[in-house]
């Protein structure tokens, strides 16, 4: 087993947009475009689903057995033990953290994360330090050590919900790295699949590209979303 993983955080019960995850766009549903994109990550890295155990994200599991990947069900709100359980579970010394909504997140920024990593020896590393990228691009890698110390660092229910708040409110506690837009900053934009209108979007997308949006650039996809802006 690989000790480096990318682990996508996924459940059903979003309050703005429910079962988003499993939810069509052409024929696929969106975790699996977010899965194909995990797959174009380099290096021999564990991909990982990580649900909760309730009865709901049974239908998360049964997608990831149907796709042969990894599966891994933990506490439901507390996703720092979530993460923490996961990486115990699988061994792993340090991991991308994914959310299971962002189709659109980019493995070479991943790629560039892992590398200076693990060359610089850091704790964390982003691209969302220093905000350059829209949300649904926000990329970042921790060690198992970083998690351990966040672990038992703090009890406050959004910290623990969101895995990385803890590290950027005591960046001096840790060796970061971040990593900006070398386009330009287009932190503006925004490529989550949050609610019905962002999925329309990402439909709008998959019919007026004309390639696989699986693996649409940076720029391309900065093209592709002033088009549709210009056509809304």
């Known amino acids: 087993m690989n000790d480096s993983g990318l682990i996508i955080f996924s459940r059903l019960d ?46 998360i599991a049964s997608f990831a057995k149907a796709n042969k990947i990894e599966i891994f069900r933990g506490n439901y709100k507390d996703i720092v033990k979530r993460a923490y359980d996961c990486c115990q579970f699988f061994n792993l010394k340090k991991f991308a953290r994914i959310c299971g909504d962002r189709p659109f997140f980019e493995p070479r920024i991943v790629n560039i994360l892992f590398n200076n990593l693990e060359k610089k020896k850091l704790d964390f590393a982003t691209n969302n330090k220093i905000k350059t990228f829209p949300s649904g691009m926000i990329c970042e890698i921790l060690t198992f050590d970083t998690l351990k110390k966040i672990i038992f660092s703090t009890k406050n229910s959004y910290q623990r919900e969101h895995i990385t708040d803890y590290i950027y409110k005591n960046e001096k506690k840790f060796k970061i790295f971040n990593y900006k837009c070398p386009i330009r900053d287009i932190s503006e934009k925004h490529f989550a699949i949050d609610t019905n209108k962002d999925l329309e979007k990402m439909k709008w997308f998959l019919k007026n590209y004309d390639k696989s949006l699986i693996k649409i650039s940076l720029k391309e996809l900065i093209k592709l979303d002033n088009k549709y802006n210009k056509a809304s």
């Open 14 to 59: 979003s309050s703005r947009l429910p079962q988003k995850a499993l939810k069509k766009i052409g024929k696929k549903p969106l975790l699996e475009y977010v899965l194909e994109r995990a797959k174009q990550v380099q290096g021999k890295k564990t991909i990982i689903i990580a649900t909760t155990k309730r009865a709901i994200d049974d239908k």
